[in-house]
């Protein structure tokens, strides 16, 4: 007998850095999460660094442009949740990004984001030339 | 008497500033520069600021708050002052965790013991 294929829902979406866009997408987002039995520790994962990513691409990627789209998908699955999000830029190189918990550099306010997303998903990967990120975040074993 | 502004509730009077959240989410890069551009006018004001910033209605905040956190911090150093954050969630305390900025930033568990500890 054929194995049940498993549950997964997907979107995309394009949204302009206004933050009833982004909060909207949010939303959609911590339902799909919710139904699919994620923990509440895993939504403010998920939640902190898709926030990280589309403020990057606004701000990097499409520099502060709000008439610029950032592209956001996603899909759910039972096991892992898996985020990309483009912008219209012409990239960047990730590894030419200081790191923000060294001393020197641990009282510059800005250059955070991309550490967030590192630490609170399990895989990030930048796709060359650098304007689309791909995030995955795979839920812990019980 | 509490100064009630669109995001902060800022009270407190001979350089003992507490400001607290209105918002459970600090993440609207708008909000975060009006915030920081509130608290850093109070700080200003004081001659020797001693400041808390309560996290008791915080839910999630993004890296460009812990930016203006900082920003805030240096401030109230150049002054002499001296900042303790309160109230953090255990969620919001592993951002702090992660990023290495509780080495940087006292954090008291309450407001109240954080003005206790700057009376």
Known sequence: ?142 | MAKETSRLRITGTDGLVRVEFVDRDILDEANIRQIGAEILGRIEAETKPRVVISFHNVEHLSSAALGTLITVNSAVKKKAGELRLSDIRPSTLEVFKITKLDRIFHICDTAEAAMRSLA
């Open chain 1, 1 to 142: 007998m054929a194995e049940k294929p498993a549950k997964r829902s997907a979107h995309s979406v394009a949204v302009h850095y206004v933050r009833d866009e982004l909060e909207s997408l949010q939303a959609e987002l911590a339902q799909n999460i919710s139904s699919a039995g994620y923990s509440e520790a895993a939504a403010f994962s998920i939640r902190l660094a898709l926030e990280e990513a589309v403020i990057n691409a606004h701000k990097h990627g499409n520099h502060g442009d709000t008439s610029k789209i950032v592209a956001v998908s996603w899909s759910v699955t039972a096991d892992e949740v898996v985020i990309e999000v483009s912008d219209g830029g012409g990239g960047f190189d990730p590894h030419s990004v200081p790191d923000p918990t060294s001393d020197e550099n641990l009282e510059i306010p800005s250059g955070r984001g991309i550490m967030l997303m590192r630490a609170y998903m399990g895989d990030v990967t930048f796709v060359a030339p650098g304007n689309r990120v791909r995030m995955v975040y795979r839920k812990p074993s019980e």
